[in-house]
């Protein structure tokens, strides 16, 4: 699908930004470059669409050489997302996201369809959000229309450039967990930039380590967690390059013993103020200590955008998934994975709330207490990071 061989780019003034880059990205695949500052992956990312031109070797895209296509239409047929949105704030969402199938000559009532689709695709009522501006949406909101426009035309190939940097912690997450479900369903071949080591693990089929312009370690999540190339790989994923032995560990050596709650009775606007002071996109619903449920920063938003007055208990969804404190860590791992959710409940015989496992915590007890050997308890781990089982 893309090809760099050898591959540089010299800025003026003798910076190399990118030095003899050779790497392939397959049909289908969801690729993060990821690195430090200055390491070369957003100059390789907009040499694809020639934002930037290299200056030696050649950059293919089904097997063309991407210098000798004509540059508008190269980058028509290439989806292409960047951290400030870029939005035109004078026209409407509608019309954003209906940009470029309207540039390749689509007629009017598909491109209406398109976005109708589209805006469906990701919650947003075409007729609540369609005819709205920019300025009129949160940046969440934002972030996710530039990600549809980027989709409108049907592209093959989606590059994405640090695209929720910029955002709050929890609508980072929760866009985060929108595109891979995106990506599961549509199948795209998407090039994804970031320096954030947890966001490449989330997302990634494969990641691309960078330093100096040049290509570090280039493996599978699984592979990078298991066997980092070296001392500077090691250092950016948090943990020495010599892996330390684990011992069995079950649910209550790891549980978060202090997740954040919200009794049933409580009105909708608390619990978004709650959500938004803790940076969670969920609240776990507990009366007199015992679980009753979760609630969900999506499922508030319906309610509050119609200024309706309702308590917690009224948008409360069952808990996905729950165990009990002396669980196998590598069982609630397994959970995580088969459930497709961020996080398990633990509680005990009577019901009662003691804790929560999150995706995150599983990475960190793999970063940092991990087997020489392949455990059972650190495969599941390393699928619930999203890294095996392909």
Same mark, same amino acid.
């Given at each position: 699908?893309?090809?760099?061989?050898?591959?540089?780019?010299?800025?003026?003034?003798?910076?190399?930004? +990118?030095?003899?880059?050779?790497?392939?990205?397959?049909?289908?695949?969801?690729?993060?470059? +990821?690195?430090?500052?200055?390491?070369?992956?957003?100059?390789?990312?907009?040499?694809?669409?020639?934002? $930037?031109?290299?200056?030696?070797?050649?950059?293919?895209?089904?097997?063309?050489?991407?210098?000798?296509?004509?540059?508008?239409?190269?980058?028509?047929?290439?989806?292409?997302?960047?951290?400030?949105?870029?939005?035109?704030?004078?026209?409407?969402?509608?019309?954003?996201?209906?940009?470029?199938?309207?540039?390749?000559?689509?007629?009017?009532?598909?491109?209406?369809?398109?976005?109708?689709?589209?805006?469906?695709?990701?919650?947003?009522?075409?007729?609540?959000?369609?005819?709205?501006?920019?300025?009129?949406?949160?940046?969440?909101?934002?972030?996710?229309?530039?990600?549809?426009?980027?989709?409108?035309?049907?592209?093959?190939?989606?590059?994405?450039?640090?695209?929720?940097?910029?955002?709050? @912690?929890?609508?980072?997450?929760?866009?985060?967990?929108?595109?891979?479900?995106?990506?599961?369903?549509?199948?795209?071949?998407?090039?994804?930039?970031?320096?954030?080591?947890?966001?490449?693990?989330?997302?990634?089929?494969?990641?691309?380590?960078?330093?100096?312009?040049? +290509?570090?370690?280039?493996?599978?999540?699984?592979?990078?967690?298991?066997? @980092?190339?070296?001392?500077?790989?090691?250092?950016? $994923?948090?943990?020495?390059?010599?892996?330390?032995?684990?011992?069995?560990?079950?649910?209550?050596?790891?549980?978060?013993?202090?997740?954040?709650?919200?009794?049933?009775?409580?009105?909708?606007?608390?619990?978004?103020?709650?959500?938004?002071?803790?940076?969670?996109?969920?609240?776990?619903?507990?009366?007199?200590?015992?679980?009753?449920?979760?609630?969900?920063?999506?499922?508030?938003?319906?309610?509050?955008?119609?200024?309706?007055?309702?308590?917690?208990?009224?948008?409360?969804?069952?808990?996905?998934?729950?165990?009990?404190?002396?669980?196998?860590?590598?069982?609630?791992?397994?959970?995580?994975?088969?459930?497709?959710?961020?996080?398990?409940?633990?509680?005990?015989?009577?019901?009662?709330?003691?804790?929560?496992?999150?995706?995150?915590?599983?990475?960190?007890?793999?970063?940092?207490?991990?087997?020489?050997?392949?455990?059972?308890?650190?495969?599941?781990?390393?699928?619930?990071?999203?890294?095996?089982?392909?």
């Amino acid at each position: 699908m893309v090809k760099f061989e050898q591959v540089s780019k010299v800025f003026a003034g003798g910076t190399v930004a +990118v030095d003899n880059l050779n790497l392939t990205i397959e049909k289908g695949q969801f690729v993060v470059l +990821v690195g430090p500052s200055g390491c070369g992956k957003t100059t390789s990312l907009k040499m694809i669409n020639r934002l $930037i031109e290299p200056t030696s070797g050649e950059i293919y895209i089904h097997d063309q050489k991407a210098r000798s296509l004509n540059v508008v239409e190269l980058r028509r047929n290439i989806g292409y997302v960047i951290q400030t949105v870029g939005l035109l704030p004078h026209l409407t969402v509608a019309a954003n996201i209906a940009l470029v199938p309207q540039l390749k000559g689509w007629p009017r009532a598909k491109c209406q369809e398109r976005v109708e689709e589209l805006l469906q695709m990701v919650g947003m009522d075409p007729a609540v959000y369609g005819d709205r501006y920019p300025a009129q949406l949160s940046g969440g909101q934002q972030q996710r229309i530039g990600v549809l426009r980027a989709l409108a035309a049907d592209p093959e190939l989606i590059l994405m450039d640090e695209p929720f940097g910029a955002l709050d @912690p929890i609508t980072r997450e929760q866009l985060q967990l929108e595109l891979k479900r995106l990506q599961e369903q549509l199948k795209k071949t998407i090039i994804f930039v970031t320096h954030d080591m947890n966001e490449a693990l989330m997302l990634a089929d494969r990641i691309v380590i960078m330093k100096n312009g040049s +290509v570090v370690q280039d493996a599978t999540p699984e592979g990078i967690l298991r066997h @980092p190339a070296n001392d500077f790989v090691a250092s950016f $994923i948090g943990r020495s390059a010599q892996p330390q032995a684990v011992e069995e560990l079950e649910v209550k050596d790891v549980m978060n013993t202090a997740p954040v709650t919200i009794e049933p009775e409580r009105g909708l606007g608390e619990a978004l103020a709650r959500m938004q002071q803790q940076r969670v996109d969920s609240l776990l619903v507990v009366k007199d200590g015992v679980l009753k449920g979760t609630v969900r920063a999506r499922d508030l938003y319906p309610y509050l955008l119609r200024n309706e007055i309702a308590s917690v208990s009224e948008v409360l969804s069952l808990v996905p998934v729950a165990v009990k404190p002396d669980t196998p860590l590598s069982v609630a791992a397994a959970k995580l994975m088969d459930k497709n959710t961020n996080l398990v409940v633990v509680v005990d015989d009577h019901g009662e709330l003691k804790g929560v496992v999150t995706r995150a915590s599983l990475v960190g007890v793999l970063l940092e207490n991990q087997k020489s050997s392949q455990t059972t308890v650190e495969n599941h781990v390393l699928k619930a990071a999203g890294g095996a089982g392909k």
